[in-house]
Every structure is written in structure tokens, then in C-alpha cells.
């Protein structure tokens, strides 16, 4: 984990339990000692050294928040490279604990002023990252992928255009929250007979009909761009009264051409750009949203009109 993640750590441990405390370490911050820090790490040298071990056997978690692959990216590690250390160390989480919990993000931007293909080769890797998860994951021991990258902007949230500051702890946190507390498991589990009561937990018959007063818009807009590329981001918003399962968004292109695509599956023909959810955010409450990220080839247009079509 690299320096920038610690400051974000002071956020999440709220949410954190842990078996064994660590002393603080990295990047000097004081925090509670639940987390670590280890400044200047890259993902590839932990696995190819075995570093992970020696720290599962010492804390002993059920549930690993890993972002994880900055340092890697700066030093121009491929992604597939990334991704197999990655591998390597869920197969050391999953020997430490066969039950093991793995929260994985896709990383946030990076725009530093010595580095000017760090931005590109961030989008690279977080494209590779849903997929490699899916592959990865298992019922017992699941992998979650969450997305730091969208909505976090280095010009707001960093200082230096990597390491987040206080504004980029909060928004860090902010993901990983929602992530992480249903793996944490209800407050009333010691307490059962109070969960069955039909006034806390809803019945599946809404899900049955989701398209019934559903309905869903979506918003586009570019948010890092190069020359001869950029990289958008679109918001779908369930505005229904009623949940969805499933939403389409379609938009009309210029010249460019969507190259890789993460929290989506696109096709274009022509200039008809068609996005669909993937099998983990379809599921839309009525009021919630979920956002989809691509990177594409040209000059970046003026923001689209997207229509969105719920079912």
C-alpha cells in the first residue's frame, strides 16, 4: 500500500475490526493501529518477495481492503503484470483464511507532473480489473471490486496529483464504506428473532416486477484526456419509483472510438455507442445510481445527450 493510502485508512478504520493491532508505520501518520503502511510499495515486489505472509500471520483479518498498484503504474508495470501479483496475493489471503473477504479498488487517478502517461496507464489498469476479479472470485472467499477512480479529481483531491489530501481521504472512505459494511454482517445477528418482522425486511415481491414505474437517466461527461485519447464517465440514476434489474444506455459518437471499457459492456457500430450493466450493478433502488467508466481513441467531444432505458 502506498503512502497515499494512509490518510484515507484514518477514515475506514472507523469501520474496521481486526483480530491483532499493528504499530503505526509508512508515511508517519498517528492512526489506531489497525491498519498498515508501507511507503513506497509496489504490489509486484510484495508478491515476488512474499512480504504477505509474515503480515497475515501477525494481524489475521477476515476482510482486506487493497488499493494497491500506484507505485507499479508509475514504474510502467503492465497491468497483466499487476494483475498476477494481485493473484498471488489473494492466494496467500485465501491460505491465511479460506474464508477471506477481498475488497480490491480500481485506483484512483493519477496526474502527476513528471509522469504524463500515468493518467493512461491508470485507466489501463482499472479497465483490467473487473474482469480479473471475475475470474477470481469464489463463493466462499469473494472478491469486490470498487471504484475509487470515478468522481475523484486530482486537481481538488490531491495535492501533488497522486497523493490524496483531506478532501481525497473523504471521498476514499466514502467508497470503501458502503463496500465494506454488509461484509460485516447485521448488528442483530445475536439477536434473530427480531430480524424476520416484515417492517425490517422487505419481501422479494417488488424485485418480481422492477420495471413497473421504473425508469433511469444517465449523464456523461469527460474527465481526463490526453493527446489522441480521453476518458469519460456516465452516471445512470434509477429516477423510478421502483427498483430496476437491468439499464441500457445509448449515445451518439463523433470520430472516437471506445477502446476499453470497465463497469459496462459497450458496443459501437458507427457512431452508435450502446453500454449495458454488468451482472453487479443492475440492481438499482429507486433514487440510487451507479456509474460505468471507458477510455476511447480521438479528441474528446462536447458531453453527449445519453438516453437510458430501464429492464
Not at 130 to 155: L, Y
Not at 266 to 293: D, E, H, I, M, Y
Request: glycine letters at 10%; aromatic letters at 6%.
Amino acid at each position: 500500500m502506498p503512502c497515499s493510502g494512509s490518510g484515507s485508512r484514518r477514515q475506514a478504520s472507523r469501520t474496521w475490526t481486526s483480530s491483532a493491532r499493528c504499530p503505526p508505520q509508512g508515511c508517519g501518520f498517528a492512526h489506531d493501529g489497525e491498519n498498515e503502511g508501507h511507503g513506497g510499495a509496489l504490489v509486484t515486489n510484495v508478491a515476488d518477495q512474499n512480504q504477505l505472509p509474515a503480515w497475515l500471520s501477525a494481524a489475521r483479518p477476515d476482510i482486506v481492503l487493497m488499493h494497491f498498484g500506484t507505485n507499479d503504474v508509475w514504474s510502467n508495470r503492465s497491468p497483466s503484470t499487476i494483475l498476477a501479483a494481485y493473484g498471488k496475493l489473494v492466494d496467500q489471503m485465501r491460505a491465511s483464511n479460506p474464508d477471506m473477504k477481498v475488497l480490491v479498488a480500481q485506483i484512483i487517478p493519477m496526474n502527476p507532473s513528471s509522469c504524463g502517461e500515468c493518467a493512461r496507464r491508470v485507466s489501463a489498469l482499472n479497465a483490467a480489473i473487473p474482469g480479473w476479479a471475475a475470474d477470481k472470485t469464489t463463493a466462499r472467499s469473494p472478491i469486490v471490486v470498487v471504484d475509487q477512480w470515478t468522481g475523484f479529481d486530482t486537481s481538488t483531491d490531491t495535492g501533488d496529483g497522486v497523493h490524496p489530501d483531506a478532501s481525497g481521504d473523504r471521498k476514499i472512505a466514502d467508497r470503501w464504506f458502503p463496500a465494506l459494511t454488509p461484509l460485516l454482517g447485521p448488528a442483530s445477528t445475536a439477536t434473530p428473532t427480531v430480524t424476520p418482522t416484515p417492517t425490517v425486511t422487505p419481501t422479494p415481491t417488488p424485485t418480481a416486477t422492477p420495471t413497473t414505474g421504473g425508469g433511469c437517466t444517465a449523464t456523461y461527461k469527460v474527465v481526463n484526456q490526453w493527446p489522441g485519447g480521453f476518458q469519460g464517465d456516465v452516471t445512470v440514476k434509477n429516477t423510478g419509483t421502483s427498483p430496476i434489474t437491468g439499464w441500457t444506455a445509448n449515445w451518439t459518437s463523433g470520430e472516437e472510438r471506445v477502446s476499453q471499457v470497465w463497469n459496462a459492456t459497450v458496443t459501437q457500430s458507427g457512431s452508435a455507442v450502446t453500454a449495458k450493466n454488468v451482472s453487479w450493478n443492475g440492481s438499482l433502488a429507486a433514487g440510487t445510481s451507479t456509474s460505468f467508466g471507458f477510455t476511447a481513441a480521438g479528441s474528446a467531444p462536447a458531453a453527449p445527450q445519453v438516453s437510458c432505458t430501464a429492464g
